[in-house]
């Protein structure tokens, strides 16, 4: 139980064109999930808080209007990167907070975005 | 806020020699801890956590970490590695109530035959 997907597992796109990367919890309902980011070789960093059926919330530096964040229904959260660029190549790994009560969390297998 | 500190970046260790990561947590509060595991160019997989109840906790594959209220530390231990445990190993905290996960800057442990 508590399996979430992530995909595409790596995407390669061009400077200026938007991604997006789909986050589903299997068996279980989240009502929210989170999106971080990994350099390479570095830790992750949480990005935002996805809610279902709210604006997402978003860490001092992250901006919103790059990154947006949609957490449609129970099992499904989004993230679009606009106007890609070199730069936000990275990492991108969700995770989704379990339906019993307490904080823990589910991870991803992580999305590897490439932009060139 | 809770944050977590790894003070080891690198860790050599050879073949069937024990080890110990060491992760150091801040907070203020209670706080969840847990120990996940990442592979070359693959997610994160959990080791182990700790949410309250018995301050040690073990996972499958021989790994150890205990809650140490008192030093608010939660280091990782083995007593014996092997070469498959070669891989970036990352501390992370967590408020009860909700919120995400602060993570450590991870600590590479390398194991040599």
């Known amino acids: 139980g508590a399996v979430v997907s992530q995909h595409p597992s790596w995407v390669i796109c061009k400077s200026g064109t938007s991604v997006k990367i789909e986050c589903r919890s299997l068996d279980f309902q989240a009502t929210t999930m989170f999106w971080y980011r990994q350099f390479p070789k570095q830790s992750l960093m949480l990005m935002a808080t996805?809610?279902?059926?709210?604006?997402?919330?978003?860490e001092q530096g992250v901006e919103k209007d790059k990154f947006l964040i949609n957490h449609a229904s129970l099992t499904l959260s989004t993230l679009t990167v606009t106007s890609a660029h070199p730069e936000d190549s990275s990492f991108y790994i969700c995770s989704a907070r379990g339906d019993r009560g307490y904080n823990e969390q589910f991870f991803g297998p992580g999305t590897r975005l490439t932009v060139l | 806020a809770q944050s977590v500190t790894q003070l080891d970046s690198q860790v050599p260790v050879f073949e069937e020699a024990p080890v110990e990561l060491r992760c150091n947590y801040s907070?203020?509060?209670?706080?969840?801890l847990f120990w996940y595991v990442q592979y070359p160019n693959q997610g994160l997989q959990l080791l182990l956590k700790?949410?309250?109840?018995?301050?040690l906790v073990e996972s499958i594959n021989g790994f150890e970490a205990e809650f140490n209220k008192s030093q608010t530390s939660f280091h990782l231990r083995k007593p014996s590695v092997h070469i498959s445990d070669t891989a970036e190993y990352f501390c992370?905290?967590?408020?009860?109530?909700?919120?995400?996960?602060?993570f450590g800057a991870g600590t590479r442990l390398a194991v040599h035959p």
């Open positions: 996805s809610n279902e059926g709210s604006k997402a919330t978003y």
């Open positions: 992370a905290v967590s408020a009860p109530q909700g919120g995400g996960y602060n």
């Open positions: 907070s203020s509060v209670s706080v969840y």
């Open positions: 700790y949410l309250s109840g018995s301050t």
